[in-house]
C-alpha cells in the first residue's frame, strides 16, 4: 500500500469519531442561551428588574409593528399589547379606528395567553356553549377568545401577545408577527386557512 492511500485509509478509520467529536462540539454550544438573549432584557437592565426571561421592549415594538404590518396586508385594523411574564404592559399599540372595546379584548387576550400559557382560541371552542364555566373563568380574569398567544423561546415564557379588533385575522396576526420576529412557531390549535377561523369574536 502507497504512502498515500496509507493515509487515506487512516482517515476514512478515524472519520466516525471525527464526525462525533464535532457533533459534540456543536450540540453543546449554548445556542438556546443566546438565542433567549436575543429577545429579552440582558445586562444591567436585567439585573435590576431582577430578571433574565421578559421580554424586551425592543422586541415587544418590533412584534407589534409586524402584526400592523400584517393587518395593513388583510385591510384591516387591530388593537395591540405586549406583556411581560408579570404581566405588566411592555408595549401596546392601537391602529385608527379601534374602539375601545377592541382595545380592551387585546389586554385581555394577552393576560388569558399569560395566565394558561396556551393560546386562547382552543378555550373559546371549549367554553361555548358552557355558561357557568365562562363565568367562573370570568372571576379569574380571563377572556377566552381567539387572538392570544404566549411568547415563549428556548421552553421560557418572556411573555404574551394580545390582538383584537379584527374578528378574522386577531390569532394569525398575533402568529404572524411572532413568526416574523422570534421565528418559526409552534402550529396553531386548529387548522384553518389564515384569516378564516370561524366562530371568532371581537
Do not use: W
Not at 407589534?64 to 395593513?72: F, H, L, T
Not at 391602529?95 to 393560546?119: E, S
Not at 367554553?127 to 392570544?148: F, I, M, N, P
Request: aromatic letters at 8%.
Amino acid at each position: 500500500m502507497s504512502q498515500f492511500s496509507n493515509r487515506v485509509f487512516r482517515i476514512r478509520r478515524f472519520l466516525p469519531v471525527i464526525t462525533l467529536l464535532t457533533c459534540a462540539i456543536l450540540f453543546h454550544t449554548p445556542a438556546a442561551a443566546q438565542s433567549l438573549d436575543k429577545f429579552v432584557v440582558i445586562g444591567d437592565a436585567a439585573k435590576k428588574a431582577l430578571t433574565k426571561v421578559e421580554i424586551s421592549a425592543e422586541t415587544a415594538e418590533k412584534l407589534a409593528k409586524a402584526c400592523e404590518a400584517y393587518a395593513i396586508e388583510h385591510n384591516t385594523a387591530v388593537s395591540i399589547f405586549i406583556l411581560s411574564p408579570s404581566g405588566s404592559i411592555v408595549h401596546a399599540h392601537r391602529m385608527d379606528g379601534q374602539g375601545p372595546i377592541n382595545i380592551d379584548t387585546a389586554l385581555y387576550k394577552a393576560q388569558a395567553a399569560l395566565y394558561n400559557r396556551r393560546p386562547t382560541s382552543p378555550f373559546e371552542k371549549q367554553y361555548e356553549t358552557d355558561l357557568s364555566a365562562q363565568v367562573a373563568r370570568l372571576k379569574l380574569g380571563q377572556y377566552y377568545v381567539s387572538g392570544g398567544l404566549p411568547i415563549i423561546v428556548d421552553d421560557q415564557l418572556i411573555g404574551a401577545i394580545g390582538v383584537g379588533g379584527s374578528r378574522q385575522y386577531d390569532e394569525t396576526c398575533a402568529y404572524e408577527a411572532l413568526t416574523k420576529v422570534i421565528g418559526r412557531q409552534p402550529p396553531l390549535p386548529a387548522s384553518f386557512p389564515a384569516g378564516s377561523r370561524p366562530g371568532s369574536k371581537k
